[in-house]
C-alpha cells in the first residue's frame, strides 16, 4: 500500500510501551507532564461527570472555552482573536489534520524541518501530500528561514513549532516575522505549532505568529502547558475565511471534541499555577542539562518545552541501537532521534524532563554508570 | 481545492447548531441518546479525575477495557476476539479514517449504501479516496447486497452499517453472510459500523460481522448503546495481520484516545442497565412510529438504532426547506434527508427518537398542527 508504505511508527510510543513493562525504568521518554491539572480543572471535571455531561457540542466546541481562549490571546501576547475564530480540536492532532485537509490538496508540497515532530509528515502520507523534509543544524539554530525555504520549488505550505520539538528551541522573532512575510509574499500557507507555548525559559520568550499577521493557522492545545495529553484537547486559530470549510471538515472527521475535557479545560487558565509550572520546569531544565552537557554534546540551549536533544555520536553510530540499550540495561528510557527525521539524527537522543529532578538524578547516574562500565 | 470541494456539510450538526438557539425546541435531530451512562462509568470516572489520570495511554488503549471489550464479543455473540485485536480509538470517527487509510490507497474505490452514513464519502474524499455510492431503497430493505455491488468495477472496500443510519434496518444474517463471503471471495475488504449494535427491537437481532469472517474489520464505540457520545472513544477489531499497521496511523494520528474516557468505559458493561435502556428506547421506537406512520409514508419498519426515515414527499418536494419550514415555524427538529445522500433523498426527513415520549409528544402535536394549517 503506498499511503502506509512510508509512514513511520511514532517510535516514543513504541518505547513507552516497552519501559512501562520495566518496573523500575527511569523515564525521559515521552512529552508529557507528570504534573496534574489545576484543582479548578479537576473540579470542573467532577461537576460535568456528575451532571451527566455526555452529549456532542457544537462541531467548533463550547463558547465559554473558545472565549476564555480568546481571552488567553490578549493576556499573554497583547493580540485580539475573535472566538469565532477560534475551534476545539482532538489535540493539536486533530487540528492538524484539519488545517492540512483544508489548505493542502493531494500532492501539494508542505515544508518542514528535519529533525521535527515526526507526525508532520506521517498526517501528510495519510492525506497525499507531499512532505518536503528541510534539514536544519546548529547554524539556524534549528529554525526554517526564508532562505532556506527558497531552495524548494512549489512549497505551498509551512509547517513550524516553536518552541519546538525535539530540539527545544525558539524561534527568533524576526525570523519568525520574516517567515511569515516571506510566505504571505509568495501565497504560501503557514502553520505555527505553539503546543510548547508557556514553557519558555531563561530571559527568552515565544511569539505566537498572530502577532505578525492573521492570514495564519496557530494550532496550540491543553496537553503540555495545561498538563493534560489524555484529555486529547486542542484548539486551531484560523483566518475568517477558512472558518467554515474548517467547520466542515471538523463535522466530518470528528463530529465534535471530548466533551468533558472542554467543560474541564474552562478552568484551565489558572495563571497562578501556570507560573509556577513553569518554575519548576526551568529548575529541570537547567539541572538536566547542567548534568547531560557534560556526557553528551548539546548543539544549542535548549531554551523551552521540556526536551534535550544531546549528540550521542561519541558513544555510537545508531541512536535506536543505543537507546534500546540504555532501556534493556540501564533502565532508562530515551527516544532515539530517528524518531525525528533522517537529517543526522542517527546521532542524536531526545530527553524528556518531565519528571521530577529526584526521579532524573537516579537516570542521570545509571546512564554514567552504564558508559563508564561499557567502556 | 478540490479535496474539500466535494466534501458536504454534515448538516445535522448545523441542524443542532440552529436548533440549540431555540429555546422550546421539540429534538428529533440528532442521534444521541438522552439517558446518562451507568452509574458505574461515572464512578469510575469521578475516580481517574481524582487520581489525576491525565497522561497519554497506550495507543492501542488501555488493556483492562479492551479485555471487557473481548468478553463483550463472547457473551454478546458467543465469539472469540483476542484483546490484541481491539484497538482504542477517538469516537467511531477515528476508526473509519483508520480503516480506510490502512486498507485504500488514493484513488481506490470504497462502496457503500446511499441514504447511509453521510460522513462515510467525506472520510473518503479528505483521505483522497474514491466513493462509490450505491442507491438502495425499500427493495432490499436498504441492505447492500453481492448483486448490487457486482454492478461495479474495481471496488476495493465495502463499508456497511447494520442497524443502519438514517433508516433503522437490520441487514439479514442470510445477506451479511453472503455478502462478507462475496467479499472475501473478490479481495474486497469489509468494513462494518456497529455502532447501533444492542438497540435492536422486536424479534429481529443483529450479527457481528465476525461471526462470518475473522478478515474483516467491526467498528463499534460507546456513543450510541452506551449512551455516551461526547466520550469520544470507539473501538475497531482488525484481523491480527492489520494491527500493526494501524497502531502507527494511530500513533500519528492520534497518539491515543481520551484517558479519563478510557477509564470510565471499563464499568460501561453493566447489562443490567444497558437491558433496560434498550427496552425505553423499543417504547419510544413503537410510539414514534405509530404516531408517524399516519403523517408520512415509512418504506420499512425500524428494526434498530434510533431513527425512523419518513417520506415527506406529500408535502413538499425539498426536504431541506421543509425541515426548515418545521425548525423555524413549528420548532421541531428533524435532519433533512439529503443529509445521507444523493438517491431520492430529497423525499425524506430523518426523525432520532432519543428524546422521551413526553418529549416527542409535543413535537408529533406541533407537526400535526403545523401541517393542517399549512393545508
Redesign the interface.
Known amino acids: ?4 508504505e512510508n ?4 517510535i516514543v ?2 518505547i ?2 516497552r519501559a ?1 513493562a520495566i518496573e523500575d525504568c527511569i523515564h525521559f521518554e ?1 512529552g ?1 507532564p507528570d504534573i ?2 489545576s484543582s479548578g480543572v ?1 473540579d470542573s ?2 461537576s460535568a ?2 451532571a ?8 467548533l466546541g463550547i463558547l465559554p472555552l473558545r472565549e476564555k481562549i480568546s481571552e488567553f490571546y490578549q493576556k499573554h501576547y497583547g493580540v485580539d482573536v475573535d472566538p469565532s475564530r477560534i475551534m476545539l480540536t ?2 493539536t ?2 487540528a492538524f ?1 484539519i488545517a492540512y ?2 489548505l ?3 500532492g501539494e508540497r508542505l515544508a518542514f524541518t528535519d529533525p521535527g515532530y ?2 508532520y509528515k ?2 501528510s502520507y ?3 501530500i507531499d512532505p518536503v523534509m528541510v534539514p536544519v543544524d546548529a547554524k539556524t539554530e534549528y529554525q526554517m528561514t526564508p532562505e532556506l525555504l527558497q531552495q524548494y520549488d512549489n512549497i505551498k505550505g509551512v509547517q513550524i513549532s516553536s518552541p519546538s520539538n525535539p530540539t527545544g528551541n525558539i524561534y527568533e522573532k524576526s525570523n519568525l516575522e520574516r517567515l511569515i512575510k516571506h510566505c504571505g509574499d509568495n501565497n504560501i500557507s503557514f502553520i505555527s505549532d505553539e503546543i510548547y507555548h508557556g514553557l519558555t525559559y531563561g530571559d527568552k520568550r515565544e511569539n505566537t505568529a498572530l502577532e505578525f499577521s492573521d492570514d495564519v493557522i496557530v494550532i496550540n492545545g491543553f496537553s503540555k502547558y495545561f ?6 484537547l486542542g484548539w486551531m486559530i484560523m483566518p475568517e475565511k477558512l472558518v467554515r ?1 474548517a467547520e ?2 471538523m ?11 472542554q467543560l474541564g479545560c474552562v478552568s484551565a487558565f489558572d495563571y497562578e499555577f501556570l507560573a509556577d509550572y513553569r518554575d519548576e520546569y526551568e529548575k529541570r531544565r537547567d539541572y538536566l542539562y547542567n548534568e547531560l552537557k557534560n556526557i553528551f554534546k548539546i548543539d544549542v540551549l535548549p531554551e523551552g518545552a521540556f526536551y534535550i536533544w544531546a549528540d550521542m555520536s561519541e558513544y555510537s553510530d545508531d541512536c535506536y541501537a543505543f537507546a534500546m540499550e540504555l532501556l534493556e540495561k540501564a533502565h532508562v528510557a530515551v527516544t532515539p532521534g530517528v524518531d525525528f527525521g533522517v537529517n543526522n539524527t542517527k546521532k542524536y537522543i531526545r530527553f524528556a524532563y518531565t519528571r521530577n529532578i529526584e526521579h532524573m538524578k537516579i537516570g542521570v547516574e545509571r546512564i554514567k554508570e552504564y558508559l563508564k562500565n561499557r567502556g
Chains 1, 2 share one sequence.
Not at 227 to 232: F, I, L, S, T, Y
Request: aromatic share 8%; charged share 15%; hydrophobic share 40%.
Open positions: 500500500m503506498k499511503r502506509t509512514l513511520t511508527p511514532f510510543m513504541d513507552v510501551k512501562s515521552v508529557q496534574s491539572p479537576l471535571m467532577r461527570v456528575d451527566g455531561q455526555f452529549p456532542y457540542t457544537e462541531s482532538v489535540g492532532s486533530g489534520l485537509s483544508v493542502l490538496d493531494l515526526p507526525c506521517n498526517y495519510v492525506l497525499g498538563c493534560m495529553p489524555g484529555a486529547r470549510s466542515i471538515v463535522q466530518n472527521l470528528f463530529i465534535s471534541a471530548p466533551t468533558i475535557s
